[in-house]
Structures are given as structure tokens and as C-alpha cells.
């Protein structure tokens, strides 16, 4: 694996490192050992599938709070997306900023979120779906997110009416 940080600090890129030969490849997803070895929190409790049917389709921005926040390790294996972080630790200095990145079942990137990161992504193919693993479990209690338009980030998205669900389109402005 190549473990890269992003610009902002404790997000990472993940680009496998494949073992080839006739019949196709092999590429480990995750490894306890080098996910140590970067510094990164590699326990993972949960591990979620999301389908998407239709291209436009935007999921988010979410996030947990603490004690329940949740880091990610995010992959599409279906189809491809235009996946979003956006830093919200309130410390930081890359609060509010925002990070996208396009990845796709044919170039095998993962995405490492940091807790206390709002994620969401869009779908740029019909029939995508989203693997993610979680460090902790679902708390609908501690759910929380922010709008995916929200003038506060002013995030470029290559959609400007995505199908997104009620909730996800009404969040408050945010205000920190």
C-alpha cells in the first residue's frame, strides 16, 4: 500500500499495491500492520455497502459526534464517485476546508477519513456502490451533518441538481 496525506492534515489517499499475473491481480485492502506503521487508528467495527441506482445521486455530508465519531476507510468497487471530506474539527488548521477526490472500481483508491470529518460523495456512473469501513458503530443519536451546498465550504461539485434526499438538503447553515 501507498499511504499519502491529503492537504488536510489525517486524511489519506490510499493506492494499493497489486500483485499481477495471468489470471488478473491480488492487492491487499487493509493492513492492521501498515496502517500502524503511518500512525493511522486501524481498528474497524463495522464495514457498510451502499448502492446508488441512479448517476447524480449525492449522499451526505455526514458525520458522528464524539465519543461516537467514526473514522472511514472509504473504496467504490461499483461504478465510480466524486467523493467529499470536509474537516470540522474546530482546532484544526484546515477547519472548514474541503477535500474531493474521484475514485472509482477501476482505479481501486480508498479514501482514509478522519473522525470528526463530515463525508459524502456523488455518483458519476448509474448502479455505484460504496464499501466503507467504520472504527465505531452507528449512533443515529450522535448523527449529524452539514449541507452539501452549503456557502460556508463553497464546494465545487460537477452536479448542480443532484437526486439527494430531504434530509440531507435541508441541514442549517452551519455555524461553528
Known sequence: MVITETKLSGAFVIELDYFEDERGFFAPLWSHREFSAAGLPASFVESNLSFNK???TL?????????????KL????RGSIYDVIIDLRQDSPT?????ALEM????????????????????????TEVCYQTSSYYAPEHGRGVRWNDPAFNISWPADRPI???????YEDFSA
Not at 449522499?59 to 473514522?71: A, F, K, S
Not at 472509504?74 to 468497487?77: A, D, E, H, P
Not at 477547519?95 to 477535500?99: P, T
Request: hydrophobic letters at 30%; charged letters at 25%; a negative charge.
Open 54 to 56: 441512479n448517476k447524480g
Open 59 to 71: 449522499r451526505g455530508m455526514h458525520y458522528q459526534l464524539p465519543p461516537h465519531e467514526q473514522v
Open 164 to 170: 439527494i434526499i430531504d434530509r440531507d438538503r435541508d
Open 74 to 77: 472509504v473504496r467504490c468497487t
Open 104 to 127: 472509482s472500481a477501476d482505479n481501486h483508491l480508498m479514501l482514509y477519513v478522519p473522525g470528526e470529518f463530515a463525508h459524502g460523495y456523488l455518483t458519476l456512473e448509474d448502479n
Open 95 to 99: 477547519f472548514k476546508q474541503w477535500l
